[in-house]
């Protein structure tokens, strides 16, 4: 089972700010399969990202993914205030799918 | 517009058996892989089970196999998980998740409905 683990746990930010989140794989993720998606308290999670690199129908332009391998970044350009919530990379080129343990993105 | 709503989530006793299921709208069902994804209180997310478009492939994380069935509907649009011998661990908010292609394998997932709250307490 391929682990992955992301990094911080959480981060405090204010809105306007840049910001970087990791998502280490405990194995290689082939051809990059891998997911990021966003969720707000009460709601269902939202997809963002897939292909490592490709944004999903109507996700902003300031959302970012990148990354091959073993590691991969989401990037959030200016962050916008609608964007503090959980974060969660997958992985779907091994079996089982994995999900990260998320990172919890707080306005400071 | 893609719609997944789910139902039939509650409070069972341990050893107990839940049937959930999911009615989707806005898409040709039948095209599509379908998954149950869960969330326990406070948690992240894991994923449960999963069944092809044509239901000849069917999926399971090891903490559920042997004790949860996934199945579908395509003439009724419905994705249905039946939960027996449940546990404490079980305890978790339950989400359908759709995925983009009628495969499974090598696929995200572009779609969730809002959860289905199961409960195991006694």
């Known amino acids: 089972e391929i682990v992955l683990t992301q990094s911080p746990g959480t981060l405090s930010l204010s809105p306007g700010e840049r910001v970087t989140l990791s998502c280490r794989a405990s194995q290689n993720v082939s051809s990059s399969y891998l997911a990021w998606y966003q969720q707000k308290p009460g709601q269902a999670p939202r997809l963002l990202i897939y292909?490592?690199?490709s944004r999903a129908t109507g996700i902003p332009d300031r959302f970012s993914g990148s990354g091959s391998g073993t590691d991969f970044t989401l990037t959030i350009s200016r962050l916008e205030p609608e964007d503090f919530a959980v974060y969660y990379c997958q992985q779907y080129g091994g079996s089982p799918q994995t999900f990260g343990q998320g990172t919890q993105l707080e306005i400071k | 517009e893609v719609q997944l709503v789910e139902s039939g989530g509650g409070l069972v006793q341990p050893g107990g058996s839940l049937r959930l299921s999911c009615a989707a709208s806005g898409f040709t069902f039948s095209s599509y892989a379908m998954s149950w994804v869960r969330q326990a209180p406070g948690k992240g997310l894991e994923w449960v089970s999963g069944i092809t478009g044509s239901s000849f492939s069917t999926y399971y994380a090891d903490s559920v196999k042997g004790r949860f069935t996934v199945s579908r509907d395509n003439s009724n649009n419905t994705l249905d998980l039946q939960m027996n011998s449940l546990r404490a661990e079980d305890t978790a908010v339950y989400y359908c998740a759709k995925k983009p292609s009628s495969s499974w394998s090598y696929n995200w997932f572009d779609s969730w409905g809002r959860g289905t709250l199961v409960t195991v307490s006694s």
């Open positions: 292909g490592a690199s």
